[in-house]
Each structure stands twice: as C-alpha cells, then as structure tokens.
C-alpha cells in the first residue's frame, strides 16, 4: 500500500491496518511485551520500521490520516503520536497542532508511547512557555500516564532556567503513586542533577519526595556516567531507610 496519500478513507485504513499485521514479528512482539506492562496488543513492529511509516505518511495529508486512526494495536498509538509530532507548522495551525495533542493524551497507555509522544514533540522548542501552562494540568493530575506525560515533557524540554523552580514544586506536589509517574520524576531529577547541579543540590536537601522516588533518584544520578566518583558517594550516603 501507498503510505503517501492525499486522502484516507475508513476503507483504505483498514487495508493499512492488514499491512501492520503482517509486518508483525512474533517474537519481537513477546520480547517487546515483557518490557512494556500496559501495551496492549502489540504486533511486534520495530521503532525505526515504524518511524519510516510516519515519515511516509506526512509526506500525504497527515490530516487525514488523523481523522481515522484508530487504536486498537499499539503500533497504531506509535504511529499516532508519531505523526503528531511530526506536523510542521507551515502546514497545520500551532492552536490546531496542540488540539491534536490534547486528543491524543488519553490513548497513552504505557511508558513507550508516552515517551516516543514527548520526545517527538518537536513543536514545544518555538513555544516554550505555552506548552510549559498547557502541561500543568497534566503535572497534577491523578491519572498515571498523564502525569508522566507531563513529568517527561519537563525532562525533555525545559530542564532549564526558567522553568527549574516550578518543575521541581510539580515533584514535590505529585500526587499519584504509579512507578511509572515516580520513575520518571527520578529520571527527571536525575538529569536535572547532571545539567544545573546547584539547583537540583538546593532541592535534594529540601524536597517532599516520597521515599521510593527520592531513593530512585540518587540511583539513576549514582549510574550516571556523567557523575564524578566522589560525588557518588556523597549522593549514596542520602539513601532514606
């Protein structure tokens, strides 16, 4: 099938669908299942195969192609984030991209896609502030996978003055419980160490962490390659028992 289409009818995207299955690997499906609680379906498709799809696909009327993707294999929900992120605004409308955004959120259902959507998100470097008030609802909400969307965006993007203060309030304010959620703050806070160390030094002695996301965070700043050895063992000595 033709990826790079002026239109796309339910028709033609169930015939896509068929094309999906059969580029499925078994075993890749198994292998890629065991590292992703949460994604359903999966047909065992490999990011770069599928990041080709999406590049495709832009080429034609990504509109359209939006207008009727589904997502009942969770290739579809890559390929669907993917295909957001790759919109350029000399194409579609910056109010019109973010609307795309918002639709999207509630189909991440596994740390994979909401990465794969964050890091893709290519947009947010020309609106830097308007994204940052678009992902505060995110930061506080109770639900895992919006949550970590947001918390990766701030990983992603804005591990940077002016943002740092705020980001740093969202850990301490997160409410939600999910090792995804709290990974990804420890992740955050770990690269936040590495790239604007005093701040995050001020924040690490002042924090209102839970104790699983606070000890997470010294690890992955410990397994840093980035870290010099002897201030590993300073960081190691603030491990909450």
């Known amino acids: 099938m033709e990826f790079v289409r002026d239109h796309w009818t339910k028709k033609e995207y169930e015939q896509f669908v068929n094309e999906l299955i059969e580029m499925g690997e078994e075993e890749y499906a198994k292998f890629h299942s065991k590292l992703n609680p949460g994604a359903d379906n999966i047909l065992g498709i490999r990011s770069p195969k599928l990041r080709a799809i999406a590049k495709e696909i832009l080429k034609g009327n990504a509109r359209a192609f939006l207008e009727v993707v589904e997502d009942t294999y969770n290739e579809e929900d890559m390929l669907h984030c993917m295909i957001i992120g790759g919109l350029k605004e000399k194409q579609v409308p910056y109010d019109e991209i973010m609307e795309y955004i918002k ?3 509630p189909y991440i259902k596994n740390w994979s896609v909401c990465d794969t959507f964050c890091s893709s998100l290519k947009i947010t470097k ?3 502030r308007e994204m940052f008030e678009f992902l505060r609802q995110y930061a506080v909400s109770e639900t895992e996978y919006e949550a970590r969307f947001a918390f990766v965006m701030y990983l992603d993007h804005f591990i940077e003055e002016p943002y740092l203060e705020e980001i740093f309030r969202y850990c301490d304010q997160c409410n939600v419980k999910g090792y ?5 703050i420890a992740w955050l806070i770990s690269i ?3 790239k604007e160390k005093e701040k995050t030094e001020a924040y690490l002695e002042h924090n209102q962490l839970d104790r699983f996301t606070f000890n997470k965070a010294l690890q992955k700043i410990v397994e840093s390659y980035r870290v010099p050895e002897e201030e ?5 000595k603030r491990k909450r028992k």
């Open 103 to 105: 639709t999207f959120i």
């Open 232 to 236: 590993k063992e300073e960081i190691r």
């Open 192 to 194: 936040c160490y590495i």
């Open 126 to 128: 020309n609106h830097k």
């Open 180 to 184: 995804y959620v709290q990974m990804a």
